[in-house]
């Protein structure tokens, strides 16, 4: 047993829809770990779903590994955001004279990387906001608003995204969190792909030895 190669762009063979995000990416302000895929619908690439990320910000979107993002899910990223502190009309894109008013960095509200974890489920059309950080093993459902940080292993849906449970208790989240089993190396994890997949914390609780 081997798995699909960590390498491919379309894993699945005659299925252009199901994309491995590390190897679609050209952007060097996105980073995506291995085996974490997008779904697209129409052929759309995963960086076609990541809105107003300009490399001038200095801000990154981060993916972990083993993720699966649905169709549709939108990050949107800090190049989106407008200032604050006085109107929030963006007079310098229009130039004529205005683009003498563009707002420093400074004076934008930068949220910082948005960062996504492991074993990250979201569901489509979800919404992440930029700066988010979201957790290991975090589900996060259809259509959700992320504004605020989700905790690991933690059910999140919504507009705003609002808590609906823990998926485990908070001494097996601390465990897995402890055993990292997506770190490991891949002969390993297909050694305990059925733990992985059924939750199995008996046999999971042996790839820490």
């Known amino acids: 047993m081997t798995g699909p190669n960590p390498d491919e762009r379309y894993p699945l063979p005659g299925d252009n829809n199901l994309q491995f995000i590390k190897n679609t990416i050209t952007k060097p302000n996105i980073i995506a770990g291995d085996y974490s895929y997008y779904y697209a619908l129409n052929g759309e690439s995963f960086e076609d779903q990541v809105l107003y990320h300009y490399e001038f910000i200095g801000t990154k979107l981060i993916i972990g590994k083993f993720c699966s993002i649905a169709s549709e899910t ?3 990223m800090d190049g989106g955001n407008h200032r604050m502190d006085g109107s929030t009309f963006p ?3 229009f130039g004529n004279g205005w683009e003498k008013f563009t707002p420093s960095i400074e004076n934008l509200p930068i949220k910082g990387d948005t960062i996504i974890g492991n074993d990250v489920w979201i569901g489509r059309r979800a919404t992440i906001m930029a700066g988010v950080q979201i957790g290991d093993g975090a ?3 259809a259509e ?3 504004a605020k940080n989700v905790e690991p292993y933690t059910i999140v849906g919504g507009n705003p995204a609002r808590e609906i449970r823990k998926r485990f208790s908070t001494e097996i989240i601390q465990e897995l969190l402890e055993i990292k089993w997506w770190d490991c190396d891949i002969e390993v994890i297909n050694q305990y792909i059925g733990a992985i997949g059924s939750g199995n ?4 609780r042996k790839m820490r030895r």
């Not at 914390?201 to 999971?204: A, G, I, N």
Request: proline letters at 0%; hydrophobic letters at 75%.
């Open 91 to 93: 007079f310098n894109i």
């Open 201 to 204: 914390m008996d046999l999971l």
């Open 139 to 141: 589900i996060i459902g």
């Open 144 to 146: 959700a608003v992320v």
């Open 74 to 76: 939108r990050f949107m």
